[in-house]
């Protein structure tokens, strides 16, 4: 079709020379130096550092090398020779670098020195440590600590989680947000109810013994590619791939291995997705209720010629709930299923009949599940699925989440958590003779209605950039300004950093790319992968400056300066050697993490173990639970006229809210991240034509007057009646209150949103100036 031709595309596959240009546009050719070269040969192998990307996993016997384009962008991009200096900060005030774009905050390279923020100049000076320490712990020691918030973005080590959570514990609260809040919570809170596991089940070994693979809303080629090797080789074994996304993801059609010679001098491709089904947004619930309702008609079929395709043996011994289930799925219409899934019948019997026949099936995801207002209906559906044919806790089966951040799992797993039912507290009371806290912490969006309430005073960011990553950013960062005390650990300056509170300090840290010496030596880090292995991490390169300071030690600083004295809490021991901080997460942990030091480098990783792996249900019941969902539709809210589900998405050119570039490769999107993308028909129907300017609305119906303006149509190959445009750029159009219901992931794979026509047209291949915004409450 023509309109189809105009669509924005890209013609190769993903990884092939694509991926080594990708770096290059980035980096120059200069980034093949001999030092950096050296830094990536070392990349996810044992004795070497953990990729500070993706939580992929890092296999026993690598590849000689074992990262991908967008792990060495990831380390590149902290091995950069830029500093953003004193002199930097004293030449800019706050208010002017306000108006800069994310992106050359972050261009301004690596912190170098501790730095206090001064309000009569609106600057932030340079500062010693133990006057941060002093400050910070005088201000804490002064606040109610269930006032304070301590965030984490998933990237600090194990070592740094732990000493972290329990500094939140001694001093008095479990408010542990951390971007899993945003990101796979459903997971965790949906897992945990229906298997009774918070994480996947699959490891690496069930990807080469399965024989199918159901793949949802999982960016592989950019957000995992490392993850396309696996793919790759399965693909062809001849393991059916089905995958269910509204877009045409390159990653998961088709890949040039960049790692093979042959493969790159012969620009053979894989196959990767034997199906593809451009699902609705929001669309899953109905999607998984098709394929099991072929699956309760195929089991219909067999039982005439005296077979069964359900799994009865396991359904009987390891399962409750089938019955509910099943009455639920028979009784609904097709027409029904086929509305909400935008898919038809025939092609959801088609991928179902895949399943039908498979004997080892794995079901992955990623965002696309998860950051829905039903996304825990998602996860709970997939879950159903799998169980009606007994592939849960088989080798070659399993449900696999694909982790985030690097450590994201593994923080969670030593203590990190706002739900203190997670926490051993009886450990840690015995362990250091007090009495930790109780009571529920704030998660994300708690945090924010907090800070936006004022009920909280104080936040410490060990990473990220909360206010570029959460929902409803307008009114957070208004709110933002009126804390007591802002503190952010970092790498590189980024907006966070730039809403000081009353009392401000933004603290310099070693990344994880840098050598780490303390009084004892060198230091190993850790942390556990996306298949619940634990990985050492030691890394050789000179920090970016000698001012910076360890993420262990300055938690620890802090942490001294705020707390009494307690002679089993020896922080300055501890960051002297951090072997004796696993000895502790040892003790807290004995099942997960006994002889931690002695199977640090274990090559591939330990594997802390899954119960639900194991087929032991550490549910209500006992069993797995098959859930019925109450609602068909993941996106929670109603169509309406003119009302769009906005995807909100990340480009190959960004980690999150760092944005290396402006080439979303895989996508063929040049040039700018300030697009709409709209499917050509929608396009017509709306009365828009490509490179006009438009603006979206907030559609929420909750009063409240959120936009985003300066976008430009871009024909895009999308299901009707959604949208797809850049996060972060669009998430002041995300309300607070739009997120899953039960874990409270923010819903930013389906916004309600409207299309405003703007005056004038972009010419082609414009940068334009970045987007707008605006938040007007009713
Ligand atoms: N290079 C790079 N790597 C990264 C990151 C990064 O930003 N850059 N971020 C890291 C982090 S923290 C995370 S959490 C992961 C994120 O990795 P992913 O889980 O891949 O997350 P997203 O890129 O947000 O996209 C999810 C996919 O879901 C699809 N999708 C959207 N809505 C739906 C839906 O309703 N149903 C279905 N079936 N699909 C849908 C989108 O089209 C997209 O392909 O990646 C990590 N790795
Ligand atoms: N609309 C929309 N919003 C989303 C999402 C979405 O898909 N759509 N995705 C959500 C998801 S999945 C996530 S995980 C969150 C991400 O939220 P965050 O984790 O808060 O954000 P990041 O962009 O990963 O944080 C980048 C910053 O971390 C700092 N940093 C980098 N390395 C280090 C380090 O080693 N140590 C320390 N201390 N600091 C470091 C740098 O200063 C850098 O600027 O965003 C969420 N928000
Ligand atoms: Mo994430």
Redesign the pocket.
């Known amino acids: 079709m023509a309109e189809e031709d105009r669509t924005a595309h890209y013609d190769g596959p993903s990884g092939g020379w694509g991926s080594v240009r990708g770096i290059s546009s980035i980096f120059g050719k200069e980034w093949a130096t001999p030092l950096a070269i050296e830094t990536l040969m070392r990349q996810n192998k044992p004795g070497g550092f953990m990729c500070?990307s993706c939580s992929w996993a890092k296999p026993a016997s690598p590849h000689t090398f074992e990262f991908c384009e967008n792990g060495a962008k990831a380390t590149l991009w902290d091995l950069t020779s830029r500093r953003c200096t004193p002199e930097f900060f004293a030449g800019h005030s706050l208010a002017e670098l306000r108006e800069w774009k994310d992106y050359d905050l972050?261009q301004q390279g690596r912190l170098t020195h501790p730095m206090r923020y001064d309000a009569t100049t609106d600057r932030y000076l340079p500062c010693g440590w133990d006057e941060a320490f002093q400050a910070i712990g005088r201000e804490l020691r002064a606040l109610e600590p269930k006032s304070a918030v301590f965030y984490s973005?998933?990237?600090?080590s194990l070592e740094t989680a732990y000493l972290y959570a329990l500094f939140a514990r001694l001093y008095g609260h479990n408010n542990l947000p951390d971007?899993s809040n945003?990101?796979h919570e459903t997971t965790s809170v949906a897992l945990k109810q229906v298997i009774g596991a918070s994480v996947g089940t699959v490891v690496f070994d069930d990807l080469s013994s399965c024989d199918c693979m159901f793949f949802f809303g999982q960016n592989t080629g950019s957000n995992s590619p490392r993850f396309l090797h696996p793919l790759q080789e399965a693909a062809r074994r001849g393991v059916q791939i089905i995958t269910f996304n509204p877009v045409r993801e390159k990653g998961l059609e088709v890949f040039t291995n960049p790692q093979s010679p042959t493969e790159m001098l012969t620009g053979r491709e894989t196959r990767i997705s034997s199906q593809y089904h451009q699902v609705r947004p929001g669309g899953d619930i109905a999607v998984l209720m098709g394929i099991c309702k072929h699956v309760f008609a195929a089991d219909d079929a067999a039982r005439k010629q005296g077979r069964r395709v359900l799994d009865t043996d396991f359904i009987q011994q390891h399962t409750h709930g089938l019955k509910a289930f099943e009455a639920q799925v028979r009784a609904m219409p097709w027409s029904r299923i086929e509305e909400e899934s935008g898919l038809t019948q025939q092609a959801i019997e088609g991928a179902a009949q895949v399943y039908v026949e498979s004997e080892r099936t794995i079901g992955i995801y990623g965002?696309g599940l998860t950051?829905h207002a039903h996304g825990f209906e998602n996860v709970a559906m997939l879950v159903n699925m799998l169980l009606l044919k007994g592939n849960i806790g088989r080798d070659g089966t399993g449900i696999s989440p694909v982790r985030?951040?690097s450590n994201v799992q593994g923080q969670r797993t030593v203590g990190i958590s706002e739900k203190p039912e997670l926490v051993p507290l009886e450990k840690l009371a015995a362990q250091f003779n007090v009495k930790p806290p109780r009571d529920k912490g704030m998660n994300t969006v708690e945090a924010c209605e907090g800070i936006i309430s004022g009920k909280v005073r104080a936040f410490i960011g060990?990473?990220?950039?909360?206010l570029?990553?959460i929902p409803e950013r307008d009114r957070m960062e208004k709110a933002w300004a009126g804390l007591r005390l802002t503190v952010q650990?970092?790498?590189?300056l980024?907006r966070s950093h730039l809403i000081p509170g009353e009392v401000a300090y933004l603290l310099p840290?070693l990344?994880?790319t840098e050598e780490d010496i303390q009084a004892s030596g060198p230091q190993a880090v850790s942390m556990e992968d996306t298949f619940s292995c634990i990985h050492g991490s030691v890394a050789r390169r000179k920090p970016a400056s000698e001012h910076l300071r360890s993420?262990p030690a300055i938690v620890a600083g802090m942490a001294k300066a705020t707390l009494p004295l307690n002679n089993r809490v020896k922080w300055d021991e501890w960051v002297a050697d951090y072997t004796r901080i696993r000895d502790q997460i040892a003790e807290s942990y004995p099942e997960e993490f006994h002889d931690f030091n002695a199977r640090l480098f274990t090559p591939g990783g330990f594997y802390r173990g899954n119960s639900a792996r194991e087929r032991i249900w550490k549910t209500k019941s006992g069993k797995a639970e098959f859930t019925t969902p109450k609602t068909m539709s993941a996106a929670g809210f109603a169509d309406a006229p003119g009302r769009f589900r906005l995807i909100?998405m990340?480009s190959n050119d960004q980690?999150?809210?760092?944005i290396y570039g402006y080439s979303d490769r895989l996508r063929g999107i040049e040039g700018t991240r300030d697009v709409l993308l709209i499917n050509p028909e929608e396009m017509r129907r709306a009365g828009l034509r490509e490179g006009q300017l438009v603006s979206l609305a907030s559609d929420a119906e909750d009063g409240v007057e959120r936009s985003v303006h300066g976008l430009v149509v871009t024909p895009f190959s999308l299901p009707d009646g959604c949208l797809g445009a850049y996060?972060?750029e669009?998430?002041p159009l995300?309300p607070l209150s739009h997120h899953d219901e039960q874990s409270k992931t923010?819903a930013?794979k389906s916004v309600p949103v409207r299309i405003r026509v703007e005056e004038g047209m972009a010419r082609a291949g414009d940068r334009k100036e970045p987007a707008g915004h605006t938040t007007r409450p009713a």
């Open positions: 500070v972050e973005s998933g990237r600090a971007s945003m990101c965002m950051q985030g951040h060990l990473g990220g950039n909360f570029r990553a650990v970092a790498t590189k980024n840290c990344s994880r993420e909100t990340r980690f999150n809210t760092t996060y972060p669009m998430n995300m923010p930013t």
